[in-house]
């Protein structure tokens, strides 16, 4: 409770244990993906030069280290503020980024940085030191010296880093058991909503309430104010019951004291004539000493408070949840032959890509002469990315739990098969058997070349359907298996830790953090 008390400066943000553990597998490949692209990025200093750019076009055995460092960076970059967005779902509570502006969205802790420190100190330390045996077995010396006396130096600061970063998952594990701690041994009783005020804002793409609760602490009546934030479909009215829990113990501990909302069977309210609140200071909504971090949290590229620009990149605002149609109002039922025809149809370009680039890293070596190891080496990895990316489709069409609550994106995998395009790509046109020979009738054109030239242009293709396809996603996952509106909402955000499975069995209805956004 003491999050949602208005002036705290935190947000609460609401998830069932499924859904946690989600946004713990997210948070974790983020960290080990970002950790390993910087070390990517840094080991292939020992490949090239960064002083001798001018050469690197030049050959094959240099370009492909300065095209690998470039992504690590980029990736890395990138991958930061997943960190961030995923974490503060880990702890529970986001920051403001904007304490006055009409549209914002929270952000992890400025402490929970650390988390991405240490993926990234950890990532360059690993990066140095592979970078420094490169440079030593090819007999640079001086390079390599230098290398490992960076790696040297980095190892205090990765090692206080990730000693920080243990510490904050350890909280976050420890709060999250405590809710578990109060549902089984807490005092339960429900709460009545009493009053509710619109602040006529949005955060995260949900509008801000304020509430007042009337319940039971300590064999007492208390009326407490709180901060909600909800989809302008469930509007709080007055009258909503309200799950609250509390330590037996400690009853008036607001650290101690659990609130969950109901939505089932419950009456909202209209969000559009709901009244702003009289007199309300919309920048006191962060307590005194509680700043709330930069936007870019991971990245250290957020803007500042007060800016007009950071309002203008606020969350868009939404009437429904991402898994639910905009001019919806309820999950519709779609016959289950056209659910699978569709989910069919989705999973059926990435399939095809990695078929077609499968056959051609095979049928290059019996087919096409003098190609070079690194060549096949890159359609190698092409074929490789295409597959996996094919397989977290597949794993969609199915309906696969794995994907749904470990929140798998189609995104990432797609970004990897474009990474690959790049190397692959650069490599074919650097190998005249491929492309020179045929395109100047001094070699043959073969079954080899055109599946090669296919499935590289069709990375184009996939990528692209990577983002129309998002909105199919979400669309189509449950489509066949409609469930009302609430009990979805319910169950991925109470903290009921049957409620999803529970779902399942009553509507064939599957849900997880993929559905969160």
């Known amino acids: 409770m003491s999050r949602a008390l208005p002036g705290s400066g935190r947000i609460p943000l609401p998830a069932a244990p499924v859904v946690w553990d989600g946004y713990v597998h997210k948070a974790k490949r983020a960290l080990l993906l970002v950790g390993l692209l910087w070390a990517l990025a840094v080991a292939m200093l020992g490949f090239f030069s960064p002083f001798h750019l001018g050469h690197t076009l030049d050959d094959p055995a240099l370009f492909i280290p300065a095209l690998l460092c470039v992504v690590g960076v980029v990736g890395a970059l990138a991958m930061g503020s997943e960190i961030g967005a995923n974490f503060k779902h880990v702890m529970g509570y986001g920051f403001l980024t904007e304490a006055s ?198 990245s250290g590229r957020g803007p500042s408070h007060g800016s007009s620009a950071s309002a203008a990149r606020g969350s868009a605002p939404r009437a429904v949840p991402p898994w639910l149609s905009r001019d919806a109002k309820a999950v519709p039922a779609v016959p289950a032959a056209q659910a699978r025809r569709n989910r069919r149809l989705l999973a059926l370009p990435p399939l095809v890509i990695a078929v077609l680039a499968v056959a051609g890293a095979v049928l290059v070596p019996p087919m096409v002469d003098a190609v070079p190891w690194w060549t096949m080496a890159a359609l190698g990895l092409y074929a490789a990315l295409t597959v996996i990316n094919a397989y977290v489709y597949w794993q969609f069409m199915v309906r696969s739990r794995w994907v749904i609550r470990s929140g798998i994106s189609f995104g990432a995998t797609e970004s990897a098969v474009f990474v690959g395009f790049f190397a692959a790509g650069f490599c074919v046109l650097g190998t005249p058997s491929l492309v020179d020979g045929p395109v100047h009738g001094t070699a043959p054109w073969t079954l080899a070349h055109y599946l090669v030239g296919t499935a590289l242009v069709g990375a184009l293709l996939v990528f692209e359907w990577a983002f129309s396809s998002t909105v199919w996603v979400l669309n189509h996952l449950n489509a066949g298996f409609p469930a009302p509106a609430e009990v979805i909402q319910e169950a991925l955000t109470g903290y009921d830790p049957d409620g999803i499975a529970r779902l399942e069995a009553d509507y064939g209805y599957r849900a997880g953090v993929l559905l969160c956004g």
Request: hydrophobic share 45%.
């Open 101 to 298: 502006a009409p549209r914002s969205r929270t952000v992890a802790p400025h402490r929970a940085r650390r988390v991405t420190y240490a993926a990234v100190l950890g990532g360059l330390l690993l990066g140095c030191a592979a970078a420094a045996v490169v440079r030593a077995v090819s007999g640079d010396g001086l390079e390599a010296l230098l290398l490992g006396a960076l790696a040297a130096l980095l190892v205090v600061p990765t090692r206080k880093m990730v000693r920080h970063a243990r510490i904050l998952w350890r909280q976050a594990q420890d709060e999250r058991g405590l809710l578990a701690i109060l549902i089984d041994d807490g005092d339960h009783s429900v709460a009545q909503l009493v009053s509710v005020t619109s602040e006529k804002r949005w955060v995260d793409g949900m509008a801000l309430f304020h509430v007042e609760l009337a319940h039971v602490a300590g064999g007492r009546e208390e009326v407490t104010q709180l901060r909600l934030l909800s989809y302008p479909l469930w509007a709080p009215a007055e009258g909503n019951e309200y799950d609250v829990w509390t330590d037996p113990d400690r009853p008036f501990d607001k650290d101690r004291t659990l609130i969950e909302r109901r939505y089932v069977g419950q009456a909202f309210a209209d969000f559009d004539s709901a009244p702003a609140p009289v007199g309300h200071v919309p920048a006191e909504i962060i307590a005194a000493g509680e700043t709330a971090p930069n936007a870019g949290f991971g």
